[in-house]
Structure formats: C-alpha cells, structure tokens
C-alpha cells in the first residue's frame, strides 16, 4: 500500500523515521529490529554543518586551503552564513551574464541585451575580484575600485539574478515562451528576505507574460548588443577574461 505520513513525532508508530538530530533517548528507545543509521557522538564527522564547521578550522588554524577539494558550502541556521550563502548566489548569477554576454556576442554578433544588467553584474564581479585581490588595501583605494564601491541594492540584484536565468534562445528572440520560474513567497528573485502578510490574499508567485518584460527590469534600457558603449564593452571584456 502507499505511505501514510504520522505528524505526531513522538509517536512509536513508524516504519521510516527522518529525524535532523540525535539524542541518548533515541538509541534507548530502539526496539528489536529498528536499524539507526547514524553513529553516536560522532556530529563532528557524520553530519554536513558538523564536517563544515572542522574544515573551516582545519582552514583557519592549520592555513589548509580547503576550497580545492571541498565545495564552497554553508550553515544556514546560521545568520552570517546564510547572508554569505545569498551573496554568493547573487555573484554566481553576475558571472553567468558575463558570460553568456560573452558567448552570445562572439557567437551570433548581435543579439538583446539588458544594458543596467550588463553595467552591475561588471560591477558586482569587479567588487568580487577586488576582495580577492591581496595586494588592494582599503587606505589606498585605486582609482578604478572608487566607482564600484557603492553598494548593490536588493533590487538591482533581484533583477540581475532574474537575467541570468535568461536562456540564450529567449534573448535571440528564438524562444517566445519565457515564462519566468516559480519562487517562494516571502524572498525576492535573488534571495533577500520580504515581508509578506499571510492573512492577505495570496499573490502570484508568477508573473504573466514576457520575462523580459518582469518588474525587475522596469526601466531598464534594452539594446542591441553591438549597440553597447565602447566603454561599457571593454569594461566587461576585461572582467570576463
């Protein structure tokens, strides 16, 4: 027969128990027959937050670059983190329209463009690189980083996260159903939380139409791309290589 979920989670009446921790109870609490797949006393290991968290001090304590074989990854229980996690996932989305701004114009010449969205994601990827860069000191601030210092509002990233999601066909004009994908209530396209009132009538959480045509780009300037400002252009080529 099919599953049938038990919603009291304290109840003894379970065949597959899914559980996010544990405890001494739980393994006092094993009958005949029940197989607990976990081992005890051992989070440091055999949990995700826990393997985390002893990586990020092999990192810090032993100087271990651990980024060469462990994925960027992070605690989202934690407040710091999670923001780290969104900041990632927006910067993520500014490389791919880089990219694919890249790809498009060398491979079909001239295609549409979000020409607001081109401008912040050469910025937000330039911000990126000068973080990375060791030999930038904030007291002797270069020329070229004093206009990327302002920072991105959620807005301007909701709609350069939208972008990215973009296919290649849809901007070529090949593609003429671009409906935009389906998000959560209570966050925006690129990941900030919104306040959302629950006793209110429940808004879409898709926008009709035209994707390109989606709030976030409410005006925004669409060109072609061989119509971009030279310096714009060579701006985004050099953050792209």
């Avoid at 991105?152 to 935009?180: H, K, N, P």
């Avoid at 035209?210 to 780009?217: G, H, K, N, Q, Y």
Wanted: one cysteine or more; aromatic letters at 10%; proline letters at 2%.
């Amino acid at each position: 027969g099919s599953w049938v979920e038990n919603p009291n989670s304290d109840s003894n009446l379970w065949n597959f128990k899914w559980c996010t921790t544990d405890c001494d109870q739980d393994y006092r609490a094993l009958q005949e027959g029940d197989l607990y797949n976990h081992f005890q006393y051992n989070r440091e290991l055999t949990t995700k937050a826990g393997l985390l968290r002893n990586l990020q001090h092999l990192s810090t304590e032993e100087q271990v670059n651990i980024d060469v074989f462990f994925p960027r990854s992070y605690d989202l229980s934690l407040g710091s983190e999670r923001n780290d996690f969104v900041l990632d996932f927006r910067r993520s989305a500014a490389v791919t329209a880089l990219q694919q701004h890249r790809r498009l114009r060398a491979c079909q010449g001239s295609y549409k463009l979000n020409l607001n969205v081109l401008r912040l994601a050469t910025k937000a990827v330039q911000v990126w690189l000068k973080e990375l860069d060791k030999n930038w000191l904030e007291d002797d601030v270069q020329p070229s980083y004093r206009e990327i210092d302002q920072p991105i509002s959620d807005a301007e990233w909701d709609g350069l996260v939208l972008y990215s999601e973009i296919s290649d066909s849809q901007l070529c004009g090949e593609e003429t159903d671009s409906q935009r994908r389906t998000r959560k209530r209570g966050w925006t396209t690129s990941g900030a939380f919104e306040a959302v009132d629950m006793a209110a009538t429940p808004r879409a959480s898709v926008q009709s139409g035209d994707v390109l045509s989606s709030l976030e780009f409410q005006s925004h300037i669409w060109i072609a791309s061989g119509e971009v400002p030279s310096e714009v252009q060579a701006r985004a080529d050099e953050t792209s290589q």
